[in-house]
């Protein structure tokens, strides 16, 4: 292996505990390289609302068909918005079907079958929703341009984060080497094993791809963070901030598809441009 290439794939295992803060009883993590900048941003855990089981207590998904759902995760987004001093009016927020469609928010009026929303507009949080997925948030100083992205393993496999590079590059004129990424709690190898043909796909996506699946009991346990962090660093981005909490690991804090056999709420990545 090419020692420059070691390099990044040492980097982007590297994990590390993010600050939290707690506001009105939600607990939020935030990255440490997208703090200090022109920027506000979150990602949000099970805590700090109002909304009974399975889905306690602060869902911000309305993937439930109940009606309850849709209401108690508009209040909560509501809620989250107020805390973070961002316009709810404001708020894109797509539904997410695993694609690689990433959209910037001024070209869509909806945002259907979108799993990536990019602005280069201020006051327009974007929100995107997750429940062991890998959340990621993409931010140019510089510029002044963010992306959210949703990378479940399709996604990964279809290297979305980096399609949200080139959306950046392309509409925003952002250069890959000023943008700073951070990836958010997901679940992690230790409880994600899946199918060899799964993460094939994935290791496909990243040079010596082998490196980032375990073997464990005979079955393939990829590490979505580390692979997600890696299509990143071999795009050429500078800082990529990996969090070390798995979903799986920590019910009392996130919200797990896995865990909770696929009846739970979902978490949120949010982030607004100032
Ligand atoms: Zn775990």
Aim: aromatic share 6%; glycine share 6%.
């Amino acid at each position: 292996m090419r020692a420059e290439t070691a390099k990044l794939v040492e980097r982007a295992h590297e994990k590390t505990s993010w600050p939290t803060v707690e506001i009105d009883g939600m607990l939020l993590l935030q990255a440490p390289g997208l703090s200090g900048h022109r920027l506000k941003h979150a990602f949000t855990t099970r805590k700090g609302g109002n909304t009974p089981a399975p889905f306690d207590s602060f869902n911000l998904g309305r993937h439930d068909a109940a009606a309850q759902c849709w209401d108690d995760a508009l209040e909560n987004r509501k809620k989250l918005c107020a805390a973070l001093a961002m316009p709810f009016n404001e708020l894109r927020v797509p539904g997410q079907v695993h694609s690689k469609r990433v959209v910037f928010a001024e070209d869509a009026h909806q945002l259907k079958e979108v799993d990536a929303v990019a602005t280069v507009s201020s006051n327009v949080p974007v929100l995107l929703h997750y429940a062991d997925c890998v959340p990621i948030i993409i931010f140019d100083p510089r510029r002044s341009a963010l992306a959210v992205v949703h990378a479940g393993w399709r996604g990964t496999a279809a290297m979305i984060a980096s399609e949200a590079v080139t959306a950046l590059v392309t509409r925003a004129g952002s250069e890959a080497w000023d943008l700073i990424a951070a990836v958010g709690p997901a679940i992690g190898s230790c409880c994600y094993p899946t199918s060899f043909e799964a993460a094939k796909s994935l290791a496909s996506t990243v040079t010596d791809g082998e490196l980032f699946i375990t073997l464990r009991d005979g079955q393939p346990c990829p590490d979505l963070r580390a692979i997600n962090a890696m299509q990143l660093l071999e795009r050429g981005i500078s800082t990529v901030d990996v969090s070390d909490l798995c979903t799986a690991c920590n019910p009392q804090l996130f919200y797990s598809h896995r865990q909770s056999g696929g009846l739970t709420g979902r978490q949120g990545a949010i982030a607004c441009l100032i």
